[in-house]
């Protein structure tokens, strides 16, 4: 089974307005400043979830480190991380801009629409034949797989999935095409999980955890404060 590590910013806002202070824009670009000692590299990926808090609302969205400083002893510059969400993730960008700024309702995320970026091995085989591909990344309700392939929107499948070691092998889940990415490297599928038992989701939900604590570096902050963001950096 093939595996890449991608690490795992956990950051939760008191409220909307947090979210708002920390949010910076560069063009259609935008990011946060995130304030704390992170063992992040420039340059890196980072997938990030945002909870807020009061709301209890939660969101995932992919963003690259752009800046890093370090302790400077100065109470107005703490030290912390600029990240800039990724172009691919833009439709979740302005949704959650638009939820920060009260103009778009929200439901709370269930639990197994958590993602991990996890690569795992996959074979997908439906109506038009068999493909193999990699995740790019998995919760316990589904994946996105890293495709040449992409199939419709509402085509059913059997995907397998490469589960860790020899304690399941390969598990079959039926499936369906939620969405599709047509992007330069990353083009694929988004497939939600359709379970036909408990037991099923069961197998699922043990899989995810045990890849999660093999292969996710968490990085956990505390909450921001809810003073003003210092200066971005170019």
């Known amino acids: 089974m093939g595996s890449a590590v991608r690490p795992q910013l956990l950051l939760p806002l008191h409220n909307r ?42 969101f995932h969205i992919r963003a690259l480190v752009k800046w890093k400083r370090g302790p400077t002893g100065r ?10 969400f990724l172009a691919s993730d833009r439709r979740t960008q302005d949704q959650l801009v638009r939820f920060a700024e009260g103009r778009e309702s929200v439901s709370h995320v269930a639990r197994d629409s958590r993602r991990y970026a996890l690569q795992v091995d996959v074979r997908i085989k439906g109506a038009a034949g068999e493909l193999s591909g990699t995740t790019d990344d998995i919760s316990e309700g589904g994946c996105f797989v890293l495709s040449d392939v992409n199939l419709d929107v509402g085509t059913t499948l059997d995907l397998k999935l490469r589960s860790v070691g020899s304690l399941f092998g390969w598990l079959t889940v039926p499936a369906v095409v939620a969405w599709r990415r047509e992007q330069s490297g990353r ?6 999980f359709q379970f036909g038992s408990d037991r099923a989701r069961r197998k699922v939900r043990k899989i995810v955890a045990l890849l999660k604590e093999r292969n996710v570096r968490e990085l956990q902050i505390l909450t921001p404060r809810t003073t003003s963001s210092p200066p971005v950096k170019a």
């Open 17 to 58: 307005a947090v979210f708002l202070e920390q949010f910076f824009a560069k063009g259609e670009q935008g990011g946060l400043f995130v304030p704390g000692e992170l063992d992040v590299a420039l340059g890196e990926e980072v997938d990030v979830e945002l909870h807020f808090v009061a709301e209890d609302v939660r």
């Open 75 to 84: 109470r107005s510059l703490p030290p912390g991380i600029g990240i800039e």
């Open 187 to 192: 083009d694929g599928m988004g497939l939600q």
